[in-house]
């Protein structure tokens, strides 16, 4: 195992009879992000947690040397119970930092990211969509992870939203230098996030395209985007990977 | 100090609040007191006391010092019974909930005592323990063990696998697990198991005090059947719902609604 540094080799994984992976080949470098994008049902998630050590593998070694990896999950599975300051410090008090000094951290990033004095007082199903979203970004964030997993973190959320929480994102990756993986399957965002994007086809799912982004996250702006994204899309192997026909 | 007042502060304006929002209630229960009246006078008292008579009977027995003590001992023998089958009803419940074996084990075990009737464990009991604490108490306890532990049991098997993802993702310790994830999921169901289980013992306490003692509300009561003293009965009655609902109303409610104020909001 290497020190920062995720690598998945030989991967297979099935459910029962169902064969969901398929030779899965992935590094994951400190500091990189890697986006993986296709169809719903095509074993993503389950890669996902695969890497998070949620599941075991079936066949083939994950090694996963990073010290601190966070996980965003596509809801954002706030505990109820706690209150949205609570929620936010949870990772901080696993690690078993003392209450001043947690509930402190917690509050200069929840404000930082967005949410009010007010808001972190209320339990999660007081707060908005969006507010819930923010909380549970910065309870990944609060524990400085060295690799971030998402897990199409933001894909239930409005364009506008979206973009305050990529430019969070940019910028905590901007000063901890957090490795990223993510799926998803927007391929704008992969493209306006990842420096590396592996397309994935299903049935079984495999890894059948990779494409590096060499253009730094700053010059990305919405213009940038769109045209990449435009030619992205017009790749045979994507088009087959979602089942779009091809001209 | 100032952490324990405040506490009691909080205790008194919730509990005085709820007191307050029951209006309703206590419409209702004038009208139960109304038709209980209008039976008595239709019957006479020697077979239904009206509850003027009934609650003057019971304020005599204070005043004799006879009721005080009694309802100390039946209230001390019903709490350590249920106080015993709530620490190992919650804690069986909540082992059995984690594993999946368990619980399928402990499906037909609980199934037969929940149908082994309590008038079949006095028996028992009264042939192992004999005359004492010791009967009543064994008899409320196995009564109540199976609510509470079925209530800890489902409780735990239905905490939401996603928040076990995150506690899992952040590498809670078992502890955590237990105090920050599982077990403010599983008190929503203990409560009310608990709930049930309180008036259970209620009810069997007086019940194997009737057959197996000398002293408590349970003995007071067939001592007033043999006397046909009606209003005695009553009076008894009265006392044992009594101190029931304080316990319930004053204790365990307050206690449900502050544990689970995250829901109402």
């Known amino acids: 195992m290497t020190a920062g540094q995720l690598r998945i080799s030989g991967l297979n994984h099935r459910f029962g009879y169902q064969r969901v992976l398929e030779n899965i080949e992935l590094t994951v470098k400190a500091n990189e992000a890697v986006a993986i994008v296709g169809p719903s049902g095509c074993g993503k998630t389950t890669l996902l947690n695969l890497a998070a050590g949620l599941l075991t593998p079936w066949e083939g070694r994950i090694a996963n040397g990073f010290a601190r990896p966070a996980m965003m999950f596509q809801q954002p599975r706030l505990l109820p119970w706690k209150r949205t300051l609570d929620n936010i410090a949870f990772g901080l008090k696993a690690q078993g930092v003392a209450t001043e000094q947690r509930n402190a951290e917690a509050t200069r990033l929840a404000l930082k990211m967005g949410l009010t004095g007010e808001d972190l007082d209320k339990f999660p199903n007081a707060l908005s969509g969006g507010m819930q979203s923010r909380a549970a970004l910065a309870r990944a964030f609060v524990v400085q992870p060295d690799l971030l997993l998402l897990d199409e973190a933001f894909s239930a959320l409005d364009i506008g939203l979206k973009s305050e929480l990529y430019a969070l994102l940019a910028a905590e990756r901007a000063e901890h230098g957090s490795a990223v993986l993510m799926i998803t399957h927007d391929l704008m965002e992969a493209i306006r996030l990842a420096d590396r994007i592996l397309v994935m086809a299903g049935t079984p799912g495999r890894i059948v395209a990779e494409h590096s982004i060499a253009t730094p996250l700053a010059e990305r702006d919405e213009a940038w985007v769109f045209h990449h994204t435009a030619k992205f899309i017009r790749w045979p192997d994507i088009r087959t990977a979602f089942g779009l026909p091809t001209p | ?265």
């Open chain 2, 1 to 265: 100090m100032k952490w324990r007042s405040g506490l009691i502060q909080e205790w008194a304006t919730s509990t005085g609040n709820y007191l307050w929002s029951g209006w309703g209630s206590l419409a209702s229960l004038c009208l139960f007191m109304a038709i209980w009246t209008l039976t008595a006078q239709g019957f006479g008292p020697l077979i239904l006391p009206t509850p003027l008579e009934a609650l003057s009977t019971l304020a005599r027995l204070f005043q004799a010092g006879e009721a005080g003590p009694e309802i100390l001992i039946t209230a001390r023998r019903a709490l350590a019974g249920f106080g015993l089958s709530v620490a190992v009803g919650s804690l069986l419940g909540l082992a059995a909930g984690v594993s999946l074996t368990a619980s399928m084990m402990a499906r037909p075990i609980i199934t037969v005592l929940v149908g082994m009737p309590p008038i079949a464990w006095l028996i028992l009991a009264l042939l192992w323990f004999g005359a004492g604490d010791g009967t009543p108490i064994f008899t409320v306890f196995i009564a109540c063990f199976p609510i509470i532990f079925v209530g800890a049991m489902q409780g735990t098997r239905t905490l939401d696998g996603q928040l076990k993802e995150v506690a899992q993702m952040f590498g809670l310790s078992t502890w955590m697990k237990l105090t920050d994830v599982y077990l403010p999921h599983v008190v929503s169901y203990l409560f009310p198991a608990w709930i049930a289980a309180l008036g259970m013992s209620w009810k069997i306490v007086v019940m194997a005090e009737l057959l197996s003692t000398e002293d408590g509300i349970g003995a007071a009561l067939a001592v007033s059947r043999s006397h046909l003293d009606t209003a005695a009965s009553m009076a008894w009655i009265v006392a044992l719902v009594g101190t029931l609902l304080a316990i319930e109303y004053l204790l365990l409610e307050p206690l449900k609604r502050k544990v689970e104020s995250w829901r109402t909001l």
